[in-house]
């Protein structure tokens, strides 16, 4: 049997979380959630995801922040998770700003079932060991 891919779903608004979560698990994955920033590493160094969605916007630590932190533990292991950042922001420069911290990809919420799936797998297909 195949294990499932996982994903850490990192979102400071449990609403997005649980509504994440459930869509996610309905696709077959298996999912991890945080609510701040440094629950995100937390999870990140314990969980090992396949793939992270990130809010921007959340306490203690903001995703941009998050993401730069991780890519530079990647550096030291090798290894690169890809990272979708979905967040409410949708300027030009949050854009610019996700990608410079090592975002893979940037989606604005909300955001539709069939857009998730498409960029996760899009993502995933993407994704290093």
């Not at 994903?7 to 979560?21: H, Q």
């Not at 609510?35 to 990130?54: F, Q």
């Amino acid at each position: 049997m195949a294990t499932r891919r996982k994903i850490l779903v990192a979102d400071d608004d449990p609403s997005i979380r649980e509504i994440l979560a459930i869509q996610l698990t309905r696709l077959g994955y298996e999912v991890h959630v945080a609510a701040d920033g440094p629950e995100t590493l937390e999870a990140y160094k314990d969980e090992k995801p396949d793939l992270i969605i990130l809010d921007v916007m959340m306490p203690r630590l903001d995703g941009l922040r998050v993401c730069r932190k991780i890519r530079a533990l990647e550096k030291k292991s090798g290894g690169r998770v890809p990272v979708l950042f979905l967040t409410a922001r949708d300027t030009r420069h949050d854009k610019t700003s996700a990608a410079l911290s090592g975002g893979d990809d940037f989606v604005a919420k909300p955001v539709s079932l069939q857009e998730l799936r498409e960029r996760v797998e899009l993502a995933l297909g993407k994704a290093r060991p």
